[in-house]
């Protein structure tokens, strides 16, 4: 249950990242901000993976739900533009990729035969917040300002940092990092440097099809994903001039997207070995 509770947690970043720029009244100057910081999210998964495998899911989603927290509540003590995009837009998604990341790696520990159901709960979590978070924000934003509003969002990363602690992984880690194992007789520490970096950044995978499928296809996917999230808001102000209840529209998708989510995790564990690719 724990798991699931910090995997939700986890989650729940992305939904802050992309509803934040629902307050309409700064929507303009935030836009970019917020695409930028869900940029970093997936930029920074590469290296997220290999904090994982040599930290532990613990430490590395602790650790990063700090520098989220962090971002966040510098960003509340800020009113440059400019200082934003380096405090919410890369401090934050840099600090919300570490925090995310690892929610998902740890399920892998405690669930085998119903994976994809444990999956799309965790990922439901995020949905939760999709549809009352919308009209939260609006309403703090319209009352207490934007500063306290990053300084609100800012308690729930705080709060995260105490999740994580909670993960407790039941596999070995998948790399054995034994200082005297990695040293190869006859090479220098050039040539041991640039052999760990072949190993931590290894292409191999890359040799199976299959993955190649997926990783291309998921990439190319996200590309477009979050775009109603940074600007349905304004596009529903522009062409119909409504400017009441536009929050609603995130309601639709995060009961949509949380439907779909357990949904596709069901019929994902139905489906046998690497054939879950044609789901996708």
Known sequence: METLVCGCTSDCLLVFVASIGTYKNLFLVTAWVGSLAMGMIFFCSPVVSIFTDRLGCRKTSSGGAAIAFIGLLC????????????????????????????????LGHYFKKRLGLANGIVAGGGCVLTLCFPFLLETMGNTIGLAYTFRVLSAFMFVQIFLSLTFKPLLPPP???????????????????LAQIRKYFSMQVFKKKTYRIWACGIATTVLGYFVPYIHLIKFMEDRFKDHKGTWILFVCIGATSGVGRLASGKIGDCIPGLKKIYLQ
Not at 180 to 193: F, H, I, L, P, T
């Open 75 to 106: 960003t509340s003590f800020t009113t440059s533009l400019g200082v934003r995009y380096f405090t919410y837009g890369i401090l934050f998604g840099c600090g919300s990729s570490f925090a995310f990341q690892p929610s998902l790696v740890i």
């Open 175 to 193: 790399i054995d990092y034994n200082k005297e194992e990695e040293k190869v007789a006859g090479r220098n520490k050039a040539q041991q440097c």
